[in-house]
């Protein structure tokens, strides 16, 4: 099993920026996929940006041109940068991790709070 742990959320006022933090457990070369996700009390759980093992990115129409996806390898952990933060941006925010073979794992989640 890929343990993942979030972390770095926390209260942020509009317009601010938080960076994410999602430390994997396994070599990230391994992965097929890494991602964030973000879910809304009462809504489905919803991908705002994903990382493929080659690199390429992929962003939600919602988040693209402000939140900006990446990893350290060397440090086996994924980061999603928010800027321009707004309100509708408040959710909890989950790593998701794909495996060669389909084996899917997801961290607890960071709670993310924009204030207006």
């Known amino acids: 099993q890929v343990q993942l742990a979030e972390s770095w959320g926390g209260l942020v006022q509009a317009g601010g920026s938080l960076r994410l933090s999602c430390a994997v457990s396994?070599?990230?070369?391994?992965?097929?996929?890494m991602a964030w996700y973000r879910q809304v009390e009462g809504k489905p759980r919803e991908r705002v940006a994903r990382?493929?093992?080659?690199?390429?990115?992929n962003y939600d129409d919602s988040i693209a041109g402000r939140f900006t996806i990446s990893r350290d390898k060397a440090k086996n952990t994924l980061y999603l940068q928010m800027n321009s933060l707004k309100p509708e941006d408040t959710a909890v925010y989950y790593c998701?991790?794909?495996?060669?073979?389909?084996?899917?794992?997801w961290g607890k989640g960071t709670l993310v709070t924009v204030s207006s």
């Open positions: 998701y991790a794909e495996r060669w073979g389909g084996i899917i794992d």
């Open positions: 396994a070599t990230i070369f391994n992965l097929k996929f």
């Open positions: 990382i493929s093992t080659d690199g390429s990115t």
